[in-house]
Structure formats: C-alpha cells, structure tokens
C-alpha cells in the first residue's frame, strides 16, 4: 500500500470482530486469561498474548504496527512521549562508558537528556555541526554507541546528509538513530536512506491537532543485531532474529522502565495518522509562501526554511524530502525586543511550545526551550536571540500572511 492508504488502513482490519472502523479504546489495565497455565504460557512466551498496557495494548499494538508500516520497519513501540523514545533507545543501547555522537542544533530536550541526564550514568556526548559529515566521522571513538540526528534540525533548521552519516555509522557499525519527528514518513523515507532506529515525538505532526503527547522507536532492520556491538541483544539474536532489538525492548527495557502511552492517546494518534498525509501537504505549502512573503519583506533581517531555493539545504530537500521543505521555520526582525513585540502582537498565532499542529504557532526558542543554556551553549545549538521560530499551520494561507503582516509592522512600532 502506498503511504496515504497505510495511514488510513494499516495494522488494522476486522480484528475487533464488531466490524468497528475506528480502532477500538482499550482503556485496560490488564487482560483476563481462562487458565493459570494459558498466562503462564503469555508470561514465557509460549504463547502470544496480552498481559498488561505497560506492556502492551490493543490500541497500542494498532498504531505501532500502522507506524512500522509506514516507515517500512520490522517493528515499533510507541511510548508516552517523544522524551521516552529517545530515553528508551537510549537506555537501551547505552551503559556506563559509552559515548554519543549527536548533531547539534537540535531540540533542547534532547540535548539536555544526553548532556545532563546521560552524563549522570557515565555516557558521554559529542556534539557535532548537523551540516559537515567529516565531524561525524571525526567524533567517532570505539567507545561510541550511538549517532543521532534530525532530519531538520529543530530549531537550527540544518539538514543532515543523512545517506553519508549512515554510511559513516555503518563502516563503524553504529547504529544511526534518526528523528524523523519534523518531516514524518511522508516527506522522508528515513529506513531507504540508511537509519537504523527511527524516533518520532508523535505529540507534534502525527498526532496534528496538538491533543496527546506521545512517541515512537521504529526497528528499521537495517542494523544487523547478530553483529552488532550489543552482547545482550545479540544474545537475543538466536531466539528472535532481527527482532531481537524489539524483543529488549518489549520485554526488558520498555517494560522496565514503565513509558507506554494511555490507550486514549494511541486511538489519538492513529486519528492523526489519517489525515497526516494531507496535513503535511498543507503545511508545507504554507510554510514556503509564507517563507517567501517573509523573504521579501524588508523588515525580516534572516530567514531560514530549507525549502527555500536560496537555502544551502535545498539540494538535500530535494534529494531526500521530495523538494518539501517541512512545516517548520525561523527568522528575526532583528532583535529579542522585536521578537518578543512580534509575539505579543500577533492574532492567529498562538504562542507556545509545540509544532506541528493544524494551527499556526509561534515562539522565542531562546526564552523558552533554551532558556536554562548558557550563551555560548545557545550560540552552539544556533539559538539566537532574535530568532522567531513558526510551526506553519493549515490554515488559510491569506489569513496566516496578513496576521503576520500587522505584527511584523507593531514589532517595528518605536
Ligand atoms: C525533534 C523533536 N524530537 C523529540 C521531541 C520530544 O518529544 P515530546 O515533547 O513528545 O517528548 C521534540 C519536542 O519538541 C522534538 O522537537
């Protein structure tokens, strides 16, 4: 099936045996069994079987195969946000010793998990410009486990060349993990240009309306866990194949560490898939309109969108985003005073801390998400003062263009 159809159709059909069309709500906490002996058998896995939703979930199950399907992986476990993705994978790979080469310029959420959560429990992070391979390569040590990227950076807006660094992790066999969050399955196609691990942060484009937090660890299969780097999966290897990395997870690190999402938001999610497609369509057509108003405008000082043909990324975006530059951008009028009145003026927009829903937002990143970096961690991650950053809604693209037009003309206000 082809991407839109797999957001309507995949990993559900008469399953409910109701011939309900909407995945059902199993708003359980555990499953029912006939006979001691029929658990047990669950338990070992002897048998395949529901035991309890920290574990696994119907509704669940529906949205982790729909989201396999659609990234063309082996396997998915959704969590109960992006964060315990990226924690899950993390945990789950990594120990004390071990090291992460990461892009820069990406979400501050992630930054911080690496930088001072990670750090607590003897993991160590470099981190590397998204836009120059040979750093990659460079930061690489045999004490590294994992390299992490963005698809676009959030909020730096840089795009990887993710073929070359998969290439690189693969020579070192390292898994690449790539959060595929901003550009989601329809402008990116992560497993055919060489990810191994694919995240998403669901709470945004996926989940579209800005209504459940939620995420997703997607097995690839390119990794090839029998001659892997990792002893207890590889272990795991002789029993379960290429889906020994799902097997730790779902029976290990996953369970153990207790962050599935509620049933209600999974049933949100798959909602969100349906229309995500067409979503992503209408974001990216107004997020490069209103990139070029903004682009001729004169009191914009910068502007970054790399669906911009002037961009220095246009040629990964059409390379390997189909020329679809993401709903995502930043500029400036200046200044954090412009920034901050721009904010403040708008009408349409709303100002906070998401992207990716059906709505247009705005925020200050340096602020806000940023706001406990240092100036010179900020600079790093390209954070700057004056940057506005704008998640491009669906709306109609006249009203998103005149909300920003009076605000940019009061931000200018003496
Ligand atoms: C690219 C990216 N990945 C992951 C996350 C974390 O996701 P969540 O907020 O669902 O935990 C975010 C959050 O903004 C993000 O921007």
Redesign the pocket.
């Known amino acids: 099936m082809k991407a839109q159809t797999t957001s309507l159709h995949g990993g559900y059909g008469k399953e409910s045996g109701t011939g309900a069309t909407a995945v059902p709500i199993f708003q359980t906490v555990a499953y029912a069994h006939g006979t001691a002996e029929e658990l047990a058998d669950i338990f070992e896995g002897r048998t395949p079987g529901y035991i309890y939703t920290r574990i696994a979930n119907p509704t669940t199950y529906a949205l982790e195969l729909r989201l396999a399907e659609l990234e063309g992986g082996i396997g998915c476990i959704a969590t109960s946000?992006?964060?315990?993705a990226?924690t899950t994978v993390a945990v789950s790979l990594l120990k004390s010793g071990d090291h992460i080469v990461s892009a820069s310029g990406?979400?501050g959420?992630?930054v911080s998990l690496f930088k001072n959560v990670l750090s607590r429990f003897g993991v160590e992070s470099t981190l590397v410009d998204a836009a120059d391979k040979v750093q990659f390569s460079r930061a690489v040590t045999e004490r590294t486990k994992l390299v992490f990227i963005?698809t676009i950076g959030?909020p730096q807006m840089v795009v990887p060349d993710v073929p070359a660094i998969a290439a690189i992790a693969r020579e070192a066999n390292i898994p690449l993990v790539v959060?595929n969050?901003?550009t989601t399955p329809f402008l990116f196609k992560a497993a055919e240009y060489g990810a191994d691990l694919i995240?998403h942060?669901t709470?945004?484009f996926i989940n579209g309306h800005g209504t459940a937090?939620?995420?997703a660890i997607i097995d690839t299969g390119n990794y090839n866990w029998r001659n892997g780097l990792f002893e207890d999966i590889k272990k795991l290897t002789k029993k379960a194949g290429q889906m020994a990395f799902m097997a730790h997870l779902r029976n290990l690190i996953y369970r153990d560490l207790g962050c599935c999402p509620s049933p209600l938001n999974s049933f949100l999610m798959i909602q969100g898939l349906e229309s995500l497609g067409l979503r992503m369509n209408r974001h990216c057509s107004n997020a490069k309109k209103l990139a070029v108003f903004l682009q001729g405008h004169q009191k914009a000082k910068w502007i970054n969108y790399p669906g911009l043909s002037a961009s220095p990324d246009f040629q990964k975006v059409k390379k390997l985003f189909g020329g679809k530059g993401g709903g995502l951008l930043t500029f400036s009028l200046g200044d954090k005073r412009r920034a901050f009145k721009f904010i403040d003026s708008v009408k349409l927009a709303k100002n906070l801390a998401n992207f990716g829903d059906a709505k247009t937002l705005v925020i200050h990143p340096s602020s806000t998400i940023f706001h406990e970096f240092s100036s010179s961690e900020k600079l790093e991650l390209g954070v700057t003062e004056d940057m506005i950053r704008v998640s491009t809604g669906i709306e109609d693209f006249e009203d998103i263009k005149n909300d920003f037009e009076q605000a940019i003309e009061k931000a200018w206000e003496d």
């Open positions: 946000s992006g964060m315990a990226i990406i979400f959420g992630t963005e959030n959060d969050t901003v995240i942060s709470s945004k937090i939620g995420g």
